[in-house]
Nanobody, 128 residues
Framework: QVQLVESGGGLVQAGGSLRLSCAAS????????MGWFRQAPGKEREFVVV???????YYADSVKGRFTISRDNAQNAVYLQMNSLVPEDTAVYLCAGYRRGLIWGAYDPSSRSLVEVWGQGTLVTVSS
C-alpha cells in the first residue's frame, strides 16, 4: 500500500518557523514530482509548492521567499521549511505524490489532478 505520512505540524506564533516532513512508503517517489498543498477551514485545497525528482521547484506566490521545499530521494522523503509564518498560513498541509512519467515544465504543477497519492495532512496553526 502506497502511503505518504506527514509530520511536524503544530502551533506557532506569527513570525515563527516550522519544518514539515513527509515520509513515503509502498513505492519509491525518487523519480517522481512531489509537493505540498494546504487546505484552510472552509476553503478549497490550494497549491503551495512542488519539487521535481532532480530538484526543480515551483512555489505559489503567497509563500515564495518564505517557504523552502527539499527532498531526500534516498530516504523517500520530502520536507517543507516554513519561515516568517503568518496567520493566513493556518491550514492542514498535505503531502502530494505526483503521477509517474510527468515531464518537468510540460505540465501545470499546481494541478491537483496530477497527484496520485495524498497524505492525510498535518495541521499548522499560526497565532497572531
Amino acid at each position: 500500500q502506497v502511503q505518504l505520512v506527514e509530520s511536524g505540524g503544530g502551533l506557532v506564533q506569527a513570525g515563527g518557523s516550522l519544518r514539515l516532513s513527509c515520509a513515503a512508503s509502498g513505492r519509491t517517489f525518487s523519480g517522481s514530482t512531489m509537493g505540498w498543498f494546504r487546505q484552510a477551514p472552509g476553503k478549497e485545497r490550494e497549491f503551495v509548492v512542488v519539487i521535481s525528482w532532480n530538484g526543480g521547484t515551483y512555489y505559489a506566490d503567497s509563500v515564495k521567499g518564505r517557504f523552502t521545499i527539499s527532498r531526500d530521494n534516498a530516504q523517500n522523503a520530502v520536507y517543507l521549511q516554513m519561515n516568517s509564518l503568518v496567520p493566513e498560513d493556518t491550514a492542514v498541509y498535505l503531502c502530494a505524490g505526483y503521477r509517474r512519467g510527468l515531464i518537468w515544465g510540460a505540465y501545470d504543477p499546481s494541478s491537483r489532478s496530477l497527484v496520485e497519492v495524498w497524505g492525510q495532512g498535518t495541521l499548522v496553526t499560526v497565532s497572531s
